[in-house]
């Protein structure tokens, strides 16, 4: 319990410290084309970012497998694995770079031509990234294996530092672009920060590997599951068409409110998932199927709990800190306007933190085609939800809808471990 604190409090910090980046970034520019341009590119990133750091997706589980049998062997697989993962970042960086303007219109067909410049050229800066990223999240997951989930927080929070620092100082001088670079910045901070302390922990034994016998498994399995988190991810190509739709800077807004949402959400599931997720692994690891029923509905009396209550104090203590932090460069009828999307937004938040155990025990399971199916079905609800709600409810209906498809993929994921632990229980 005393390291879950600890590691509360160091999550809270770096939840801190990216709220603060958000509050200087809203404060300094607004919403407007070019920052509806960062946060589109922002979208983008995230998605071609999955593909690059595709082998992170179940190494959690496949690592926990091997040290079952070898501590040693799992390490080398690490290293073959963050190898890996570099290298398809630096080709998907190049070939981003190159192709950036028809990636950002087809994740925007309506967007205004203004906005679609500004995306592009930021990706053209922040895509660069991505071979930090995909070591950034390899190491995560073996820190996360190992249970040490103390760098990764602290790692964030200094390139949190940086992202603000770079709008403060060069913000005047290249306005909006400040944000590409500090992102960028940032980025690559966070990586060799993690990398230096995952060196002090190992040590110089296990060397470069490009190659483990367990690759092929690592990457069928991530790669199906990725192809699952993809299809759910079109869910942000959707929201932003139907956004382009929409008055500008309906995406900014948007983007504020979800990001609100997404902040209470990490500061009250991040710590406790990610430890959830690595002894979930390890206890399917060790067969030890009756620890896999005791931790999710721990998971769910502690921390969902904990988030309701969150969820309440935030909820009545907005509207009065909105006008103070960002009343500069926002009208009351907009801060108005962005906390009624928190509050549209946050039921999906609240579905999402019951169903995400029953997700990591799928994963635990290696249940990856199950993955896309749900993903699958997901995505058609979500679409014909927006279809039905959105000409009536606007872009209160974009959220609406979000939330409306993600009580089927929760009911889904249920039935899943449901019936995957009655099966190992025969």
């Not at 890996?84 to 998907?92: K, N, P």
């Not at 209160?396 to 889904?412: K, R």
């Amino acid at each position: 319990m005393s390291r879950l604190l600890l590691y509360n409090f160091l999550n809270a910090a770096q939840i801190g410290s990216g709220l603060l980046f958000q509050v200087i970034l809203a404060r300094k520019f607004g919403a407007t084309a070019p920052t509806d341009g960062y946060f589109l590119a922002a979208t983008v990133l995230t998605a071609i970012s999955g593909i690059g750091s595709l082998l992170s997706e179940m190494f959690l589980q496949h690592y926990h497998d091997l040290k079952v049998g070898s501590h040693d062997d799992a390490l080398r697989f690490y290293a073959a694995t963050v190898s890996l993962s570099v290298i398809a970042g630096v080709i998907l960086s190049i070939g981003g770079f190159f192709l950036r303007e028809q990636i950002v219109t087809l994740f925007a067909f309506g967007i205004d031509p203004p906005v679609k410049a500004a995306a592009a050229q930021f990706l053209a800066i922040i895509i660069w990234g991505l071979p930090f990223t995909g070591l950034s999240k390899i190491n995560s997951a073996f820190l996360n294996a190992e249970l040490l989930l103390g760098m990764p927080y602290l790692a964030t929070n200094f390139g949190n530092i940086v992202s603000i620092l770079g709008i403060l100082l060069l913000g005047s001088r290249i306005g909006v672009m400040a944000v590409a670079a500090s992102s960028l910045a940032s980025m690559i901070v966070i990586a060799v920060l993690q990398q230096m302390y995952v060196q002090l922990r190992i040590g110089k034994g296990v060397g470069f590997q490009l190659w483990h016998p367990r690759i092929p498994q690592l990457i069928r399995s991530s790669f199906t599951v990725q192809i699952g988190h993809q299809i759910y991810m079109l869910k942000d190509a959707v929201v932003t068409n139907a956004l382009a739709f929409l008055p500008p800077g309906s995406i900014s807004l948007f983007n504020y409110g979800y990001r609100i949402s997404t902040l209470v959400f990490s500061i009250a599931n991040s710590p406790a998932l990610l430890m959830f997720a690595s002894r979930s692994a390890r206890s399917v690891a060790e067969r030890s199927f009756e620890s896999v029923t005791k931790n999710i509905r721990m998971f769910l009396l502690q921390n969902v709990k904990n988030y309701f209550f969150l969820c309440l104090v935030v909820a009545m203590a907005l509207p009065q800190l909105l006008p103070h932090v960002l009343g500069q460069k926002f009208s009351s009828a907009d801060l108005t306007r962005m906390y009624f999307l928190f509050l549209a937004i946050l039921p999906y938040h609240v579905i999402l933190a019951f169903e995400l155990p029953f997700v990591q025990t799928t994963l635990a399971f290696k249940s990856c085609s199950t993955v896309v199916r749900i993903a699958v079905l997901f995505l058609f609800l979500y679409i014909a939800f927006l279809l039905a709600l959105g000409p009536h409810f606007g872009i209160y209906g974009v959220a609406a809808a979000l939330s409306a498809a993600q009580v089927f993929n929760t009911g889904a994921y249920i039935r899943c471990v449901t019936n995957q632990l009655k099966q190992v229980r025969l």
